[in-house]
C-alpha cells in the first residue's frame, strides 16, 4: 500500500507537470483569429497618427465594457490606441456575447455595451432603470460582412444566389453538382459530393443576421423566424464562428458562415452572391461598407439603430452584413464613467476610429450616418 | 474507496460510548468537537441554500414554459413563447454514457487485471502511470484531440459499422455528416473514465487475500481460474462503485462533448448520425448568449442532471449494499 501511494504521488507530479506544460503551450497559442499583418501593421502605424485625434477630455480611471465577440478585434486595436493617447485611463472590453454585455448593461456593471442586434423593447424598458433619466440607445459602429466559406476539392470559386444559399443550409440541396448551383456556375467542374452544411451551435448575432437575409431575400425558401438560436432541423453545428471555420477548413464538402476575418486568416474560400446586379460580388470590407449606405435609420429619438437593405441590388455591394451597435444610455449614465464613455466613443466615431476598421477586415459606418452618430455621442449626458 | 465508507460506520458506535469515560472534559476535545461539528453543519448549510437557490430559479423558468418541460424537443426560452424541454439532452446524456460505460468498463478491468496480475513489475508500474495520467488531461484538451484527431479518423470506423452492422438500426448511417455523433462522444468519454476506473478496479484486485488466490493455486486452478474464482468476485462491488465514479464523470462531462458533438435538438437512435445533445453540453452552449429567464431555464435542465446523478449514485449504493460479504472492508 505504501509503496501505491508514492506511486500515486509520483503519477500526480508528472500529471501535474504535463498539464502545467501544455497550459504553457496554450497560452501561446489561445488567443483569437486576427490575422497578424492586419493587427500588427495596422496598429503600429495608427497609433502615433491616431494620437492626435483622440481627446481625452475629462477622462479618467477605468471603464468596463462587455459584450459582442464579433467586434473585439475592432475594439482592441481602439483600445490600445486610446490607452497610449490617453495615460491613466484604462478601457476593458470583455469579449463575451451581446446577449452578455446587454445583462451587464442593464445590471449597471458597465459603461457601455456591445451587441450584434439592437435592444429589443423589454431590454429597452429594462435599461431605463440604469438610465435613471433615459434609456439603453444603439449606436452603430462597427460593420462586418458575414463571409460563407466553402471546401470543396478542385473548387476555389463559387458563385450562389439567396434562393440557392437557403435551400442548401436548408438541406434541401444535398448535393454540389446540383442542377441550381451548377447553373450558378457555368464552366465550374462541380463533384458529385454531398453538401455539408455547418451553423452556429450556440445563439448568436451572426446566425441572426444570416437569417434576416435569407428571409428578406429568399421568403419561399427560408420559411424560418431570424432569430439568435438556429433555426432549420437539418446540417451540423460547431461552436463560435472559429468552431465553424474549423469545421469547414477540415471537412470536404463543408459549407458555413462566418466573419470575413475567420476566412482570411485560415485563407477559406468564400462564396461570391449574386444580388441581381451585373456581377456577383465577393465579400470584403468595401463590398460589405457599400451595402451598409443603403441601410435606414429606424430607431427612434436618438436610437440609431439600423434597419439594413438586404435586398439590396447595387453594384458592388455585399449583402449578407452584420452591424455591432455599441449600447449606451443616452441621458443618465454614471457619473464617474460619462467622460470616459464619451471620449472613447468619440474616438471609435471618428474618421481615424473607423479608418482603423478596414484594416483589421471590419467595415467602416457611412459617412451620412456616422455623422448622426458623432451628434449623439456629443449630447450624452 | 466510496465503497468502503458506509460498511465501516458500523463498528464505530462501540468506541464513541468509551472515549467520554477516558477523555473526560478536556477543553481541546471540546473546541475540536465544535469546530468539527460546527464546519458539518456550515457544509450543510451552504447545500441547501445552493439547492433552495436553484429551484427556486428553476421553478421561475419552468412555470413560464410553453411547452412540456420533460418532453418538448426544443430549447428556446428567448422566443415567444418561451419553449424548452429536456427530453432530448436527458436522452443524449444517458445514451453516451451508456456508449461510454460499455466501451470503457471491460476495457478497464481488463488493464487492472493485467497490471495486477498478468504484468511484470516492471511493465506494470510505467502501465498504471501512464492510465493515471489521462486523468490528469483537461477535459479541453481531449476536446480539441477528439474533434481534431478523433472525429476524422472515426469515419472509416463509421463506414463500417454502417455497412455491417447497419441491420441493428443502431448503427445504420442516415445522414452525411463527418462523426460528430453521440457515438463518438461516448467513444471520447470512455477514454476520459478509463483512469478513474481502472485504477480503483487495480486497487481492489491487489486487495484480494493472498491466502484466497495461493489455496486456489493449491487446488490446481489456473491463473484464469483464479481470476474469475477468487478475483473478480472479491473485486466485483469495488469494480461497481469504480464504474460508478466513471459513469459521473461521463454525465456531467462538458467542454469535451460540446467541442466534438454536433448539437440539435432530435432524438434519434441512430447513434452515427451527428446531432443530439447533453445537459452539460447544453448549459456551456447555451449560457453566454442567453437572457436571465433563458438562464433560469438552463439552471431547471441541471437539476434534472443531478437528480438523474443522484439516482445512478443511489443505486450504486444498493448495488454495493447487497454484495456487502465480498467488500474489500470484511476481509
Redesign the interface.
Known amino acids: 500500500m505504501k509503496l ?1 501511494r508514492k ?2 504521488l ?3 507530479a ?3 507537470l ?2 502545467s506544460g ?1 497550459l504553457v503551450l496554450t497560452a501561446c497559442g489561445s488567443d483569437d483569429n486576427t490575422s497578424s499583418d492586419a493587427t500588427s501593421g495596422g496598429s503600429s502605424q495608427s497609433a502615433s497618427a491616431a494620437a492626435s485625434d483622440i481627446s481625452c477630455d475629462g477622462a479618467t480611471g477605468q471603464l468596463l465594457a462587455s459584450g459582442s465577440s464579433a467586434q473585439k478585434n475592432a475594439v482592441d486595436l481602439w483600445v490600445k490606441n486610446y490607452m497610449a493617447a490617453c495615460s491613466g485611463v484604462e478601457v476593458n472590453y470583455k469579449s ?5 454585455g446587454i ?1 451587464a448593461f442593464n445590471q449597471g456593471t458597465v459603461g457601455f455595451a456591445g451587441s450584434d442586434s439592437a435592444l429589443k423593447p423589454e431590454e429597452v424598458a429594462d435599461s431605463k432603470k440604469i438610465c435613471k433619466t433615459g434609456q439603453g440607445i444603439n449606436l452603430p459602429m462597427v460593420g462586418g460582412p458575414i463571409a460563407i466559406g466553402f471546401h470543396l476539392e478542385g473548387v476555389d470559386s463559387l458563385t450562389l444566389d439567396a434562393p440557392t444559399l437557403a435551400k442548401i443550409f436548408d438541406t434541401k440541396i ?1 448535393k454540389w453538382n446540383d442542377a441550381a448551383i451548377a447553373k450558378l456556375n457555368p464552366g465550374v467542374d462541380l463533384p458529385d459530393k ?3 452544411p455547418f451553423h452556429r ?4 448575432g451572426t446566425t441572426q443576421n444570416l437569417g434576416k437575409y435569407l428571409a428578406a431575400t429568399a421568403a419561399d425558401d427560408w420559411k424560418y423566424e431570424p ?3 438556429w433555426p432549420a ?2 446540417g ?4 463560435g464562428s472559429a ?1 465553424v471555420a ?2 469547414v477548413k ?2 470536404d464538402g463543408a459549407i458555413g458562415y462566418f466573419e470575413l476575418s475567420y476566412a482570411s486568416s485560415q485563407s477559406i474560400s468564400t462564396v461570391d452572391i449574386n444580388t441581381g446586379a451585373a456581377a456577383p460580388v465577393k465579400a470584403s470590407p468595401e463590398t460589405a461598407s457599400a451595402a451598409i449606405a443603403a441601410a435606414k435609420i429606424k430607431g427612434t429619438g436618438k436610437d440609431l439603430a439600423l434597419d439594413l437593405d438586404y435586398t439590396t441590388k447595387a453594384e458592388g455591394a455585399y449583402p449578407i452584413v452584420l452591424v455591432t451597435y455599441e449600447v449606451v444610455c443616452d441621458t443618465g449614465n454614471k457619473a464617474e464613467t460619462l467622460p470616459t464613455v464619451k471620449s472613447f466613443l468619440t474616438y471609435t466615431a471618428s474618421d481615424a476610429g473607423q479608418k482603423l476598421l478596414t484594416e483589421a477586415g471590419y467595415a467602416p459606418i457611412p459617412a451620412e450616418i456616422n455623422a448622426k452618430v458623432r451628434e449623439t455621442i456629443s449630447a450624452l449626458s | 474507496m466510496a465503497s468502503t465508507t458506509p460498511i465501516d460506520i458500523p463498528p464505530a458506535p462501540p468506541a464513541r460510548q468509551s472515549r467520554p469515560a477516558t477523555s473526560g472534559g478536556r477543553a481541546g476535545d471540546k473546541i475540536f468537537l465544535g469546530l468539527s461539528r460546527g464546519s458539518g453543519i456550515l457544509l450543510l448549510v451552504i447545500m441547501a441554500s445552493i439547492a433552495v437557490f436553484l429551484t427556486y430559479r428553476a421553478v421561475l423558468a419552468v412555470s413560464k414554459d410553453e411547452g412540456n418541460f420533460l418532453t418538448t424537443f426544443d ?2 426560452p ?2 415567444d413563447p418561451p419553449v424548452f424541454g429536456i427530453a432530448v439532452l436527458l436522452f443524449g446524456t444517458v445514451v453516451s454514457s451508456i456508449v461510454a460505460m460499455v466501451i470503457a468498463v471491460p476495457v478497464a478491468v481488463g488493464i487492472a487485471l493485467f497490471i495486477s496480475h498478468y504484468a511484470p513489475r516492471k511493465l506494470a ?1 510505467p502501465l ?2 501512464a492510465v ?2 489521462l ?4 477535459s479541453i ?1 481531449y476536446g480539441i484531440w477528439g ?2 484527431v478523433l472525429v ?1 479518423h472515426l469515419e472509416g470506423l463509421n463506414l463500417w459499422l454502417d455497412q455491417f452492422f447497419g441491420w441493428t438500426y443502431l448503427f445504420e448511417k442516415t ?4 462523426a ?1 455523433s453521440l457515438f463518438t462522444v461516448g467513444i471520447l468519454l470512455a477514454i476520459m473514465i478509463l483512469p478513474i476506473v481502472t485504477s480503483v478496479s487495480r ?1 481492489v484486485f ?1 486487495q484480494v487475500p493472498r491466502m484466497n488466490e495461493e489455496a486456489a493455486l493449491a487446488l490446481g486452478a489456473t491463473r484464469w481460474e483464479v481470476i474469475r474464482l477468487s478475483v473478480l468476485p472479491f473485486g466485483r462491488s469495488g469494480v461497481i462503485s469504480a464504474s460508478m465514479l466513471g459513469l459521473g464523470r461521463a454525465l456531467g462531462e462538458t467542454m469535451a462533448v ?2 466534438v458533438l ?3 435538438f ?1 432524438i434519434s437512435f441512430h447513434l452515427l448520425n ?2 443530439g445533445g447533453t445537459f452539460a453540453q447544453n448549459i456551456a ?2 449560457f ?5 429567464f ?1 438562464r433560469d431555464a438552463l439552471i431547471a435542465s441541471g437539476l434534472v442532471l443531478f437528480v438523474l446523478t443522484l439516482l445512478v449514485n443511489g443505486a450504486a449504493r444498493l448495488i454495493i449494499a447487497r454484495r456487502k460479504e465480498y467488500s474489500g472492508a470484511n476481509a
Open positions: 501505491q506511486n500515486r509520483r503519477a500526480t508528472l500529471g501535474a504535463a498539464v501544455a463575451s456575447s451581446s446577449g452578455e445583462i444535398k454531398a453538401i455539408q451551435s450556440e445563439d448568436s432569430e439568435k438560436k432541423p437539418g451540423q453545428a460547431a461552436t468552431g474549423a469545421q477540415q471537412v | 430549447w428556446n428567448a422566443g508500474a498504471s502511470y493515471d495520467l486523468a490528469a488531461v483537461p484538451v474533434a481534431l476524422p445522414e452525411v455528416g463527418v460528430r486497487e491487489l460540446a467541442t454536433s448539437p440539435s432530435l451527428p446531432g452552449a447555451k453566454d448568449e442567453s437572457t436571465q433563458g
